[in-house]
Structure formats: C-alpha cells, structure tokens
C-alpha cells in the first residue's frame, strides 16, 4: 500500500494557494450590494472586481492624450459577460474623474463609487440590465494618475518636445483606465489614441495605422491576445524606429535611436535561443522601447514592446540581460501569469531563471554563472537583512494588505529561480527543460496559482520526490532550504581573490585582472570590504573612469562605496548620477547611503529639493519615504 506522502498532506493543507489564513474584512470591503453580499476568499485581494459575477472579456480605448492639461481623456468601451442573476459589475477606479457610464445603446446606467482605499483605490460598481454586454464609461486622469508620468520636453532626450508613458504593474492601469485589474482576469483590447500631430504614440499592441486629423494624429491598435491588465501599456513622444532583425525592432527619441540598436542588436538570436529551449514566441512582433531616462524600472515586459530603461546602454553590449529578462518574460508572465500577486514569484522567478538560460546560450556558461553567483549573493544579503525565519522570505505568501509593489525584492526573482535551478540539477535538465516546455504550451494565454505549478510538478515527477527536494519548503517557508544548489564559478574565485588582496593594500595594477569585463569589475566592488581609504577608491576611480564611465552598473557600485566612506571628490559624479536618471534600484540605495550620516544628509536633502520633480511618480513615493517630503 501506499503511503501518503509529506508532499500530499501538506498540499492539502495549504489548499488556500499562498492565503493560508482569510483577510479580516476591511471597511472598504464591505460590500455596497443586497445581491452580492459575500466576497469570496479565493478573489484577488488586491482588485476591487468580482469576475464570478460579471467579467471584462475586451476593452475598447478611446484616448486623447492632453498635454497641456496633463490627462487622458478616454472612454473604455467594456465588453462583458454577466453570469446568471447577476446585476452589478465591479470595476477599479484609482484617481479617475468618471463623467458618464452607458450601455450599448447609449443608455445610462446607474453606477457608484466606493470608498477611496489608499492602495487599491475605489470600486466602481456598475449596476446591469440582464442584456447589458457593454459598459462604457467616460472619463478623465487625475493628477494622482500613478501609472502615469507626464515629461516636459526638458526631460528628454531631444528636449523639445513633451512626451507620457504608462506604468501599469502591478495595480496601477486602474489609475488610468476603469476595468477589472487584477492579473487573474485577462481581457483583449483594441485603441484609438489621439496625440498632437508632432508626437507618435506606441503601445503593447499591433499598430495597424495612423492618420492626421487636423491638429492631431490618430494612431490605432489591437491586442488580440488575452492579457492581464498590468500589460496595457502606452508611450507617446518624439519617438522613431529601428528595424534590428525581421520580427525585432527598436523605438526610441532620435538621438538615442543609433546607440540603442547598436546596443541591443542581438535580440533575435535571444529570440531563437529561448524558441529552442520553450517553443515559438506567440507574440508576432518584439519591439524595445527606450524611454527617457526617468524610467523608474530597468525594463517592463510589456508585451510586443518591452519598455527599457536608457542605463542599460552601456556602448558594448554589457547589460543586455535585462533585455533577456524582459523578452523572457514573453513566456514567463506574459503566456503563463501569475493569478494574483501573492504567485509573483511565477512570474520573476521563472524569468530570472530563464534569463540566465539564454544568456548561457548566447554569451556561454561562464558569463551565465557568473550573472548567476550575483543573483545568490543578493538572495542570501536580503535573507540576512529579512531574517531566515521572517515569513517575508517565503515564495508564496499571503500579501493581502501589502502593496504588491513593495514585495519587489530578492525573494521571488533569485529564490524563486534558485528553487528552479534546485529542481533542474536534480530532475535531469532535459526532463526538466521538457516539463517546462508543456507546461508553457498547456497554460498559455491563462494564469497560474503555486498551487497548480506545484500539482503539475507533482503530476510529472511524482511525490516522493517532491519530498525528497524539499519542494513544500521551497514555496511555503521562509529561509533558504539545505539542497540549493552551490553556484561555482571559477571565475567569481578569482575575482573574491583579486577584491581580498586589494583590500589588503595590494595595487589594482598588480592583480590578475586583464581578463576583467565590465561584470567582473562590478562583482569586484561588490567583493570589497565597505569600508575603504580614500586612496584605493581614487585608485579604483582612476582605473575604471567610475565617475564618467556609461556603464551604468559600474558607477553605481562605485558610488555606492564612495557614499559609505564619505569620499568627497565622487560628490559632483554622484549628482550627476542621481539626476540625469531614475531608475528607482541605481538611485534609492544613493539616497539611502546618504541618509546615514550627517556627511551625506543635506547632500540629499539638497539634491532631492531639485530633482524630485523629474522622478516617477513611484520613485518620488519610494524616495519621499527616505529622504522626506520636501
Ligand atoms: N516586471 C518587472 C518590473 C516590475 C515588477 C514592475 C513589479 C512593477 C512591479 C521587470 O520584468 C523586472 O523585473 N525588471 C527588473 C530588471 C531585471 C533584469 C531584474 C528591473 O527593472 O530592475
Ligand atoms: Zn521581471
């Protein structure tokens, strides 16, 4: 007979996916309806919408995008699906003005706003006819629109002309358009954008056209394939393209245009590289966008379009992972998403993972390895800082009254491909590639819970050796499970080796260090002791030409240790840093360095008063918490 195995017993244990226990209610959630009066515990406790009653299949985007006024102007033409009896849909609206909602013969219908929840915004609920298949509503942004930033033409590149972009992960296109944000409930779209005649607009869409109409140009799009609501994504600027490859392009101001595909010029070998590993891209097109500086995110996965942050342009090449990253997202993620943000995980675990899959294939093992052994050093300084019993370091917990967006850390992207990494050493890495090749084709186009990634894991390799791997560990507990496999490299020996001597006193110039790429020296720094003399931070400066290297990586791990040594001659570098971009992982950590001491304290302040102004809504929120509201 058999046993039932830990693995099973646990599983059904846990059976609430990452929930393990239900969210007390809220005042926000108390619901407004006589019909529906029970929120169920298995919706996404980060959307206000009610899919099992009514459900958003399509969104048509009617858009003018004002520039003088800082707003979209828009009607979002629902089309939806009512379940049976049922009489109102539940909708997110986050700081938007709503003007009318009407039906699809125009008819008005009677509507209602929740109270203002500060992270999830209101719940707009819309009450139905049984024949209701379309909800339109009319509306304006806000200036709070966090999905939202709006550039003066001095904040670009060609500084001449204004340019928007749109941010919508993880719960923020509900700040710009009234639909059913949560990532569990897919929806296709088409648009028509209006923008100033000067301007082109680009979205996570096919383009299938654009027009003058008098003073303004018409662009319209499609998006046939079902995707989550964070996916939607628009740009409008000064923006030209760039053909790279027969399905690969690049966008980007003029001026960066020549610069960003020299730079990115081997996407379509990434593209076939991932093709041969997880089966055909299903996307038709993938284009990069190159948005201005203030980008606060390396790269958004946006699909069609991966939106990309202009540091990763270092002039050879060398931070071209992210664009790995991002394009790998177009199976992990975009195909196959995570159902709500407590699986995020299975979206940038599996990514970063697959990242280091493609560039093993294109740059070779060596350079994979290494990019591996930084991710395993960030993973094990967030467990320290975290602590190894915090139920934070867990891959799938419950977040109910979390931002998702400040669960964005170390856990589920080098945990989480560590734990994949774990399961391809000891499962074979053909039966491992080959299980996840099906895993892809079978769940395309729909979302994914842990529970049933790790049913399927299951299903394929059985229990008792889910058991054996620690499988329950790895997704449920905190901490770093005992089987993780060691990331050896020769080359990270050698850098650890190089890093001791020069601390140590021994000159850069009499190390190994010829072989040395932009990578190794950033891991070199990473190596040192954080606390250095002035003399070896100007010998390393020197070397490197850290103050004015483009290598974005490079500066940042220089200037990181100039802040904690206090090494003023980096000062002027480290302005220059802080405000010609914002990225929000290359400027928090400056801020935050200089916080600590009464040295860098009223540098901050002082740099901060002047540039907030330039930074991303997100990253302005992110540093108002650091440096102070001004
Ligand atoms: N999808 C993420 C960015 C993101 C996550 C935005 C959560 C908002 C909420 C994107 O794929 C990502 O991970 N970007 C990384 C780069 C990557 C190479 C690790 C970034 O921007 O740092
Ligand atoms: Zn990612």
Redesign the pocket.
Known sequence: MRTISMFALLSLALSGGCAQSAPAPDEWQKPESLFAPVRPAALDPHSHARPELARVRHLSWDARVDFSRRRIEAVADLTIAQSPGATELHLDARDLDIRNVYDQAGIALSYHLGPDHPMMGRDLVVRLRSDTDHVIVRYRTTEGAQALQWLTPAQTVGKKLPYLFTQG??ILTRTYIPLQDSPGVRITYDATVRVPKTLAAVMSAEHKGDRVDGDERVFTFAMPEAIPPYLIALAVGDIAFQELGPRTGVYAEPGVLPAAAAEFADVENMMTAVEELYGPYRWGRYDILVLPPSFP?????NPRLTFLSPTTIAGDKSLT??VA??LA?SWSGNLVTNAAWADFWLN?GF?TYIENRILEKIYGKRRAKLVESIGRRDLLEELDDLGRDNPATALCRPIDDENP?DS?NSIP?DKGSAFLRMLEVNLGREKFDAFLRTYFDDNAFSSMTTKKFSARLEKSFGADKLDALQVNSWLYRPGLPDNVPAVESDTLTQIKTAAGAFAKGQPLAQLSTQDFSSLEWVLFMRALPRSLDTQKLAALDQKLQLSTTKNSELRFEFLKLAVANHYDPAVPSLEQFVTSQGRR?LVRPMYDGLMKSDWGRDKAQRIYRTARASYHPLTQETLDGIVGEP
């Open positions: 992960q993880a995110f390396g790269g958004m996965e992972s992210v990253h991002e997202h940038e990514t967006d964005i992207y992982r």
